[in-house]
């Protein structure tokens, strides 16, 4: 085989692995919480909640997420958003 058809095949291969690596890194994305897929406040998580007939609302930072505890239909649950995209955490996160 000629050299420069090597180059190109080994350059094309090169860039396919990359691309393949960075699709793969991506955090896997759960679904909308805040429309937008743009960075989030804490306030703007506290008011969807609420919109949403959640109470006794508590949130944290942890990271990049907003932890919330809340309360409805008279039972605990915890939501967790992405900051930075305002969508819920994925559930390939398996660190509770």
Request: net charge negative; aromatic share 6%; glycine share 10%.
């Amino acid at each position: 085989m000629n050299r420069s058809l090597m180059w190109t095949l080994g350059g094309v291969f090169l860039v396919l692995v990359t691309i393949a690596a960075v699709v793969t890194a991506v955090p896997s994305r759960g679904p909308v919480f805040i429309a937008g897929d743009q960075p989030v406040t804490e306030d703007q998580v506290r008011q969807k909640l609420a919109s949403d007939g959640w109470s006794n609302v508590q949130i944290v930072r942890d990271g990049r997420y907003f932890e919330a505890i809340a309360s409805k239909d008279g039972q605990n649950n915890k939501i967790v958003v992405d900051s930075q995209t305002g969508r819920l955490r994925g559930t390939d996160d398996d660190d509770d």
